[in-house]
């Protein structure tokens, strides 16, 4: 769901508070785990089946609700668990996440994809599909900026099968998802100290783009006008 510009600066502002919160209440406990590399290695056992749940969970709610940007869930997993097994956990939740968006659009039918996507929105998104069907879906989910999540919900709507559009997805996701927790991997071996800046500057960055977001999806839709061969 797209939320406006004073809700992804709220969103950003609560991530931030929380962020210092929990450092303020844990920071000893947390220094400890960034800083040995054993006691990192033992935090993660320590989550046991509950950590590839929750990485799942927040990916595949990222796909329906936008709480948080994807590439925050990715990092995340990459840290936690690797590239590849943090790849294949924010995958099979993006993958979850896209097909329950399809069934939704199919279910409901265009007033709920309306309701979820706006007026404007997916009459935009519906000219790329009409003119260059699995293309415009690829390029969508490629290019960065670009609604991505909301492209779920649109493709529900179009006569494509629900394999093409999952493959679409994969495909489309993969490089960003592989990325991120590319990411994420190398931080393990960053000081506790550099961690908290690369999170500062992270929260700093996830705040900006939302503000800016606009700005962005404009330059990158003009950029996919291109590609698909828009007059």
């Known amino acids: 769901m797209k939320l406006k510009r004073w809700q992804w600066a709220l969103v950003g502002l609560v991530l931030v508070a929380v962020a210092v919160a929990v450092w303020l209440l844990?920071?000893?406990?947390?220094w400890q785990v960034f800083t040995d590399r054993e006691a990192l290695e033992a935090w993660i056992v320590s989550l046991g089946a509950w950590g590839p749940v929750v990485i799942v969970v927040a990916n595949f709610l990222q796909v329906l609700l936008a709480p948080v940007p994807g590439q925050v869930v990715g990092i995340a997993a990459g840290y936690l668990y690797g590239v590849l097994w943090g790849s294949v956990l924010a995958?099979?939740?993006?993958?979850?996440g896209t097909l329950v968006a399809v069934w939704?659009?199919?279910m409901f039918g265009r007033p709920l994809?309306?309701?979820?996507?706006?007026?404007?929105t997916l009459r935009r998104l519906d000219g790329y599909v009409e003119r260059s069907g699995s293309l415009a879906l690829l390029l969508i989910y490629l290019i960065p900026f670009l609604p991505d999540d909301l492209i779920c919900f649109?493709?529900?709507l179009t006569p494509l099968s629900l394999g093409r559009i999952l493959l679409l997805a994969f495909i489309g996701r993969l490089p960003g998802v592989v990325a991120s927790a590319l990411i994420g991997s190398r931080a393990r071996a960053l000081s506790g100290l550099e961690i908290g800046i690369l999170v500062g500057?992270?929260?700093?960055?996830?705040?900006?783009?939302?503000?800016?977001?606009?700005?962005?999806?404009?330059?990158m839709f003009r950029l996919l006008d291109k590609l698909t061969g828009k007059d």
């Open 154 to 156: 649109v493709a529900g």
């Open 113 to 120: 994809v309306e309701r979820v996507a706006g007026e404007e």
């Open 201 to 219: 500057v992270s929260l700093v960055l996830v705040l900006l783009v939302a503000l800016f977001q606009k700005r962005l999806e404009q330059a």
């Open 91 to 96: 995958m099979v939740g993006l993958i979850l």
């Open 104 to 106: 939704l659009a199919r």
């Open 26 to 30: 844990w920071r000893e406990q947390l």
